[in-house]
Structure formats: C-alpha cells, structure tokens
C-alpha cells in the first residue's frame, strides 16, 4: 500500500527566507506526486504535479519541488516566501492506474514570521 | 468553470439527527471523492465513484455514512444518525478521465454534531 510521510508539523520561516518541505512517499513504482495547499476554511489547491521526465517541476505562486528516486522523495521549495504562503501543505501520491483516490500526507502548517 | 460546488459549508446540528451533505462534481469529470478532515486523522478517503457506480467504500467508518451518486452531476454523503465524533470537514472532489490522478476539491462542508 502506498503512503506518504511529512515529517514537519510545524514549519517557521521568516518573510523573504526560503522554504523547504519535506515529502517522503512509500510505494514499489514510480508514483505520481503532487502538492496541494490549503488556506484556512478552504479546500485544497493544486500547486504543482510530478508524473514523470524532468524531476524538477514548476508549480503556481512561484513553488518547485524535485523528484528523487533514490531518497524517495518530493519536496516542495520556494526561494523567497510571502506572508500569503503561510498556509497547510499537503502532499499526496498516486499510483497512476485505476480510478482510485491520492494518498495524502499529513500535512505541514507553515507559520511566516514578519 | 464553477469548479466542483459543495452544500452546506457549514452545519450545526444536533446528535441524532440525519445530515446530508452534497456535491456537485465539475462537468465532464467522471470520478468523485468524498474525503473527511480531522486533526486527528488528516485526510481520509472514505468512498469513490466512477461514471456514477461507487467502486470503493472502504473507508466509509460505519453503516451510519451513507453515498449516493444518482447521476454524473450530483452526489450526496449522508449521516445517519449523526455523533459528535462525525465533526470533522467533508470534501468533495472530482477528476477527469485523463487518469492523472489530480483531484479538484470544493470548499468543504464544515460539520459540528453536538
């Protein structure tokens, strides 16, 4: 069965530093990866996706987040964060066949300090 | 698009009493997921339709959770009877054919039992 691991709760960052979150997912082939955030009281958004080909991927408002097959891992960056950043991020796998649902991670909650 | 549209966003009731949430898929997609958040337990996965026929319920906690998917445009997710334990946000979410795995979540559907 697959599963995916966010090891950090918690995150702080200052405005302006740069982030990194960490994604660790368990499953026998190549999944497909994503990054979805979540403001308070809304739904998930969708910031960026790894199916395959180049392992560093571009997303929305400026994240990326680098597929590593050798460390299983999918972690989420942005060089500069924004006080609007502070938010819930989640990140989730697929195994790319059949109809069925991600399996989600934890989640992170950022904290931006002024 | 209105993107996938979610009713109530918030309701309050008491233990005991039935609720029934419901879902509005984006038009065209053919598989949808209804998802529950807690703090405890992050986002679980609790049933999935393709092109309206459920396929997977596992997740569904009890006799009490009930799904429904009358037609590729509308879906509900019914309590009954309902337990303080059930308060947790409800998601909805759809996906094309595509089979990419990328799921488009509504807004949620915030539930308080007393």
């Known amino acids: 069965a697959q599963s995916v691991t966010q090891p950090d709760i918690h995150i702080t960052v200052s405005e302006g530093a740069s982030l990194e979150l960490r994604c660790n997912y368990s499953?026998?082939?190549?999944?497909?990866l994503f990054w979805y955030v979540q403001s308070p009281g809304q739904g998930l958004q969708l910031l960026l996706k790894?199916?395959?080909?180049?392992?560093l991927v571009q997303g929305i408002k400026g994240f990326e987040a680098e597929f590593k097959r050798s460390q299983s891992s999918f972690n989420l960056r942005k060089p500069s964060v924004h006080w609007s950043d502070a938010a819930e991020y989640f990140c989730?796998?697929?195994?790319?066949?059949?109809?069925?649902?991600?399996?989600f991670g934890k989640g992170t909650h950022l904290i931006i300090q002024p | 698009d209105a993107g996938v549209i979610q009713s109530p966003r918030h309701e309050v009731t008491e233990m005991g009493q039935e609720v029934t949430l419901r879902c509005k898929p984006i038009?065209?997609?053919?598989?949808l997921f209804w998802y529950r958040q807690t703090m405890m337990r992050g986002l679980e996965l609790l049933i999935y339709?393709?092109?309206?026929?459920?396929?997977?319920d596992s997740g569904m906690p009890e006799d009490r959770f009930s799904a429904k998917m009358p037609n590729a445009s509308f879906s509900t997710l019914k309590i009954q009877p309902s337990e303080p334990r059930d308060s947790a946000v409800y998601f909805c979410?759809?996906?094309?054919?595509?089979?990419?795995?990328?799921?488009?979540f509504g807004e949620g559907s915030r539930l308080t039992v007393l």
């Open positions: 979410a759809s996906r094309d054919s595509t089979n990419t795995g990328e799921l488009f």
């Open positions: 499953y026998g082939a190549t999944p497909y």
């Open positions: 790894y199916f395959s080909g180049d392992t």
């Open positions: 989730a796998s697929h195994s790319g066949g059949g109809a069925d649902g991600l399996t």
């Open positions: 038009s065209g997609h053919n598989s």
């Open positions: 339709f393709n092109n309206n026929v459920p396929i997977d």
